[in-house]
């Protein structure tokens, strides 16, 4: 019965689409301590209810087809589909985190892919284990040509 009921989960978040997880990340306003401490960091602005970059650094990222990459097809046409959401995503990141753009949207582009492996990775690396670097992910060349080949 337990195992029926772990494949039905995977099967059904197989074929959910990316909004099932959207609501993992709750539009929540950041509080003035955060915000006052990450100078360099996107701004929140209460009246439009969005962040915005406050250095052009943060409007530079890869491309969209870094994103297919870099992570596959889930977080490319989440990219395409909702750019405005996945802006917002990136620059909410990296103000939460103190991070750069790429560190950023690799982070997103990795969520997006698979929330519940991400998650898994940033509560390991929590426990001290080594912070995986999904800015570079993928990205090998070899990896890339045998991507490419398959």
């Known amino acids: 019965m337990r195992l029926s009921a772990t494949i039905l989960l995977v099967i059904a978040s197989a074929f959910c689409p990316v909004e099932c997880f959207q ?11 955060l915000l006052s401490t990450l100078s360099m960091a996107p701004k929140f602005d209460p009246k439009t209810q969005k962040w915005s970059p406050t250095s052009p650094e943060d409007e530079e990222g890869y491309p969209v087809f870094g994103t297919l990459l870099r992570q596959g097809p889930k977080p490319f046409f989440q990219r395409l589909s909702s750019g405005d959401d996945y802006e917002q995503a990136v620059y909410k990141y990296m103000a939460k ?25 940033k509560l390991r690396e929590k426990d001290g284990a080594a912070k995986f670097d999904y800015a570079n992910a993928n990205m090998d060349p070899k990896q890339l040509v045998l991507t490419a080949i398959w």
């Open 97 to 121: 985190d103190d991070c750069s753009r790429n560190e950023a949207q690799g982070n997103m582009d990795a969520y997006f892919e698979n929330p519940n492996d991400w998650q898994y990775q």
């Open 23 to 33: 609501t993992a990340l709750p539009a929540a306003k950041p509080s003035r301590a």
